[in-house]
């Protein structure tokens, strides 16, 4: 029996909004590792709206063959095959990038991984690079819309290690990693785009 595709509805509501900050962010860019890649929805349509990146997905394994099929179905240049890529496994790419991509994964992942995914930041991008990570955040230490808590608690119920992050310290473990925050965009949904950029050599 074939594999179906994947779909995120997330995913296709908020790819528009998102596009436009890369296109100003990414525009130049060359090299860009997306953390968590999911369906591979945003890769197709980034990869064709943005031709002059090559787009690196990657995710655990088990995401990796239904993200194929939309990388086949789309048949780009710029998505190369994509990789492997646990926070937990030791071996990461060796390859660095100009820019990294994260959308959605900081509040699902436990932050002891977002923790190491910040340490290893400083191995994957370039003096220059940038990071781009979309998402909900707090402020603070508040939420910034009952929506937003309505979706902490739910994250919660489904995994004591989820939740919404406060942005003041994950600012902080991206400093720690020699970035500095280039921009903390308003998006749909009180979704937040930061952009930070590695300055340190």
């Known amino acids: 029996m074939s594999q179906e595709k994947p779909f995120s509805a997330a995913s296709e509501r ?13 525009a130049d860019r060359q090299r860009v590792l997306e953390i968590g ?11 064709a709206a943005l031709p002059h990146l090559v787009w690196q997905c990657s995710d655990r394994a088990e995401a990796l063959p239904g993200m194929q099929l939309w990388l086949d179905e789309a048949a ?22 100009d820019a990294v991509y994260a959308a959605n994964i900081l509040h699902i992942i436990s932050w002891e991984q977002v923790q190491t995914l910040f340490a290893r930041l400083s191995a994957l991008l370039e003096p220059g690079g940038k990071l781009a990570v979309y998402g909900p955040f707090n402020y603070d230490g508040a939420y910034t819309a009952p929506s937003n808590a309505d979706f902490d608690n739910w994250l919660k119920a489904r995994g004591a290690h989820m939740g ?3 942005f003041e310290a ?21 979704n937040r785009c930061l952009i930070w950029q590695r300055v340190s050599t």
Request: glycine share 8%; net charge negative; charged share 20%.
């Open 14 to 26: 908020n790819r528009g909004p998102i596009l436009e900050v890369l296109r100003e962010h990414f």
């Open 37 to 47: 890649s999911g369906s591979g929805q945003h890769a197709v349509h980034f990869a």
């Open 76 to 97: 780009l240049p710029n998505t190369p095959k994509p990789l492997v890529l646990d926070l937990a496994q030791a071996d990461w790419p060796a390859t660095r990038y």
């Open 164 to 166: 919404i992050r406060d």
């Open 170 to 190: 994950v600012d902080e473990l991206a400093n720690g990693a020699g970035l500095r925050l280039r921009a903390d965009l308003s998006m749909p949904a009180n």
